[in-house]
C-alpha cells in the first residue's frame, strides 16, 4: 500500500485522507498541533515543520509528498524533494509565499494585477501613494493569510500607521481594485501534463474571511472561464505543475484580475465534494500519484458556507433539502474554521429556493451576502 506524506495536519489534509483512502492510500502527517483534524485518518507526527528528525520520518515512511498550506519554509519542502517526490513542485510554493514575487510572476505571463510598488522604507511608502494613489492597500509580503497582515489607507495618516503595524519592511502597496466581484478557478494539472480546469466560483468574504462560494460562478461575459483557463493554464506550464492550484480574482467590467494563487486544495473548492463529478481532494490525490484525473464537471449547482467561529446545530441545517455538512473535530474559537455546509441543487432556481427558505439557518453575514447579491 502507498503512503502520502503530508505537511499540515489541517481540515485540507483531512479531506485529502478522506478522499485518498478509498483510492488504497494511507497518510502521514506533520504539524505541530495536537489532535489535528487530520489526525485520526492516519499517523500525525507532532513536531515543527523544520525539525530534521520528524522530516527524515516522514521521508522514510512515504512514497511521495504534499502539503497542505503554503507558508512552509521552501527549505524545508527542497530538502524533503531531494529523495522523495513533493508536490506542487517547490518553485510552485516559493513563487506563492511572496505577494511581490507572485505578482511579478503574473505579469510576467501576462496575466493583470492591481498595481503594486515594494515599500521597505518611509520614502518608498511615499512614492508608492503618489504613484498608485489613495485607497490603497498595504499588505505583508509573506505570511499573510484570511485578511491578516493587511490595512486599507485612505490617508497618508493610516498610510504610516500601517506601515509601523506591518513593520516597517517586507510590504507591498496594491492600488486598490474597486472589483465587481472575486472569483477563483481551481485547475488540476497531472504529472503527464494532462490539464483540468473547475468551473469559475464566486466567492464573498467578510472581514478577509471566505465566507460563501457560489458554483459554477453566472458569468455575463460569456468568455470568463476561458480567460481563466488561459492565465492559469500559462502558471500550470510555467511551474511544470502537479496537483491542484487555486488562483483567486477580481472580475472588474468582465476582465479578470489576478490577486493570489495558492499551490494547494482551495476553500473555494470544497463545493466539489458533493458538486463536481471528481473533487478537488481527489483529483489532486491523482494527479500526485500519477493517476489519470478525473472530470471536473459540476453536479448542478452549488453553495458552499464556512462555519466560522460555531458550529449550528446538525439535527436542523441537516434538514436542508441537499445539504452536507463537514465538521472538521476543532475546538470553537472566534473567527476559527470548523466546518462548512455545501448545499447542491439540480438547477439554480432550486439552490435560491432552498437558500431562501432556508435563510435563518445561516450564518448571519452568509445570509446577508447572499441576499445582497440578488439585489445586486
Ligand atoms: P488577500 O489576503 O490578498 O486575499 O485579500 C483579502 C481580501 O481583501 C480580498 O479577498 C479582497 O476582498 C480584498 N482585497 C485584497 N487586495 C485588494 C485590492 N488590491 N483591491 C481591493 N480589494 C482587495
Redesign the pocket.
Known amino acids: 500500500m502507498k503512503t502520502i506524506g503530508v505537511l499540515g495536519a489541517g481540515q485540507l489534509a483531512r479531506m485529502l485522507a478522506l478522499a485518498g483512502i478509498p483510492l488504497g492510500f494511507k497518510f502521514i502527517y506533520v504539524d505541530p498541533s495536537h489532535s489535528s483534524p487530520a489526525s485520526w485518518l492516519g499517523e500525525q507526527i507532532v513536531a515543527p515543520f523544520e525539525d530534521a528528525t520528524a522530516l527524515q520520518k516522514l521521508a522514510d515512511s512515504s512514497n511521495l509528498i504534499t502539503y497542505e498550506f503554503e507558508n512552509i519554509p521552501v527549505s524545508v519542502v527542497r530538502k524533503l524533494a531531494q529523495t522523495r517526490s513533493v508536490f506542487p513542485p517547490p518553485i510552485a510554493l516559493e513563487s506563492s509565499q511572496d ?1 511581490l514575487l507572485e505578482k511579478q510572476f503574473f505579469n510576467q505571463h501576462g496575466i493583470d494585477t ?1 498595481p503594486f510598488y515594494s515599500v521597505d522604507d518611509q520614502p518608498s511608502l511615499e512614492q508608492a501613494i503618489a504613484v498608485l494613489k489613495l485607497p490603497l ?1 498595504l ?1 505583508t509580503r509573506r505570511f ?4 491578516k497582515g ?1 490595512f486599507l489607507v485612505k490617508s497618508l495618516e493610516d498610510a504610516i500607521t500601517a506601515f509601523n503595524q506591518l513593520g516597517q519592511k517586507g510590504i507591498i502597496a ?4 474597486k ?1 465587481d466581484r ?1 472569483l477563483s478557478c481551481i485547475a488540476v494539472r497531472g504529472i503527464d501534463g494532462a490539464t483540468f480546469f473547475y468551473p469559475l466560483v464566486e ?1 464573498f ?1 467578510h472581514e ?1 474571511i471566505l465566507r460563501l462560494s457560489l458554483a459554477p460562478a453566472q458569468v455575463h461575459a460569456t468568455d470568463l472561464n476561458l480567460q481563466a483557463s488561459a492565465q492559469v493554464g500559462r502558471i500550470l506550464q510555467a511551474l511544470d505543475y502537479v496537483g491542484i492550484l487555486a488562483v ?1 480574482f ?1 472580475e472588474k467590467e468582465g476582465k479578470l484580475i489576478a ?2 494563487m495558492a499551490p494547494r486544495v482551495h476553500n473555494s473548492g470544497h463545493w466539489t465534494i458533493e458538486g463536481a463529478e471528481t473533487s478537488q481532494f481527489e483529483n489532486h490525490i491523482r494527479a500526485v500519484a500519477g493517476l489519470p484525473l478525473g472530470d471536473p464537471k459540476p453536479r448542478g449547482f452549488s453553495a458552499m458556507i464556512n462555519l466560522i467561529g460555531s458550529m449550528p446545530d446538525a439535527t436542523k441545517v441537516l434538514q436542508i433539502p441537499g445539504a452536507h455538512l463537514h465538521d472538521y473535530g476543532k475546538e470553537p474559537r472566534a473567527g476559527r474554521k470548523l466546518g462548512h455546509l455545501t448545499i447542491r441543487a439540480d438547477s439554480l432556481e432550486e439552490l435560491n429556493r432552498t437558500l431562501r427558505e432556508n435563510l435563518d439557518l445561516l450564518p448571519l453575514e452568509t445570509a446577508n451576502q447572499w441576499q445582497n447579491r440578488l439585489n445586486r
Request: aromatic fraction near 18%; charged fraction near 30%; avoid cysteine.
Open positions: 505577494r492591481a492597500i499588505k499573510g493569510y484570511d485578511g493587511q496594491e492600488g486598490f481594485v472589483f472575486e466567492n468574504h478577509g483567486e477580481f490577486n493570489e
